[in-house]
């Protein structure tokens, strides 16, 4: 039976649409696997505190959701190392797959000979799941599977280097000039964290007060702004991963509110730093103006 004019327009906009939608997730699916280097300053030290030296450099990779064979992902950040950071700060969320961890080690390998410091997400401890993708537009927390993932072997590795575990647990050390006290708590976004365990002001002989937590939850990051942290790490968000133009994120999938979902901002007092991330999970591999990256933050003197 022919069909009537008004048929074959709904039908061609059907077509047209199908077809701008197949084209719209070819496109964020490439955009996955299209790497930046972002680069931020902020002024943090004492004058003074570098004896002449420009800067303290900080790598802040985070949410790699490494999955077997994502070669172009590890030799992207493996090459991070020819940056000579001062020190790396990984924020978790290493894993999106049981077999995750051996790329996990080519990839963060070169980066090992240097200080670092790392928190987990739970995409560390358990394996992602298939969802629907309006929950995750809605904003709605989603529970973790029930699929363990091997993170202590990759912690052990991370730690035999030199990294410091930082998931509930406070530190102090010295990177060349820069004496540094780091505070961190487990998941938050999960409830993995207390803070009680670690609260307390960081040592007021530190030049530089470092906190850490995977996802920006603003009932955690208020508590490091009040007990004196200079700055902090967090990742989780994607930095909205599925965005408008301009990476103008609709969700945050935390707690933390959209205009801070990605990047260096102030939280009160204390500066914060967003990751974008590196990676998304296996169930969800699309990027929409938000592309993944790691972020070079040079730390330098106040001016008065």
Request: aromatic letters at 8%; one cysteine or more; a negative charge.
């Amino acid at each position: 039976m022919a069909l009537s004019n008004w048929s074959r327009t709904v039908l061609t906009a059907l077509t047209g649409l199908g077809a701008a939608g197949l084209g719209a997730f070819a496109w964020g699916v490439r955009e996955c696997s299209q790497f930046e280097l972002k680069e931020v300053t902020v002024p943090l030290l004492e004058p003074g505190t570098l004896r002449g030296e420009e800067e303290f450099r900080i790598l802040h990779i985070s949410d790699l959701h490494m999955i077997p064979n994502q070669k172009k992902k590890q030799e992207w950040v493996a090459g991070l190392a020819s940056l000579n950071p001062d020190l790396v700060i990984n924020t978790g969320d290493n894993l999106s797959d049981p077999k995750g961890v051996p790329g996990v080690l080519r990839a963060v390998g070169p980066l090992l000979r240097f200080p670092g410091l790392f928190v987990f997400g739970t995409n560390d401890y358990y394996a992602p799941r298939m969802v629907n993708p309006f929950v995750y537009l809605l904003g709605k927390k989603r529970k973790v599977s029930d699929i363990d993932l091997p993170w202590r072997g990759m912690r052990a590795a991370f730690m035999e280097h030199g990294w410091l575990d930082a998931n509930q647990a406070r530190h102090e050390f010295q990177v060349g000039h820069v004496r540094i006290a780091a505070t961190g708590v487990d998941d938050p976004h999960h409830d993995l964290d207390d803070y009680d365990e670690v609260a307390g002001a960081p040592n007021p002989d530190a030049d530089l007060a470092i906190a850490l937590l995977h996802s920006p939850e603003p009932r955690v990051l208020t508590r490091f702004e009040n007990d004196g942290y200079d700055i902090s790490f967090s990742g989780h968000t994607h930095g909205g991963q599925i965005c408008l133009p301009g990476s103008r994120a609709l969700v945050t999938n935390c707690e933390i509110d959209r205009e801070r979902v990605q990047g260096l901002h102030r939280f009160g007092k204390m500066w914060m730093h967003v990751s974008n991330g590196l990676g998304t999970s296996k169930f969800a591999p699309v990027r929409i103006f938000c592309r993944p990256s790691a972020t070079l933050v040079h730390v330098v003197e106040k001016t008065s």
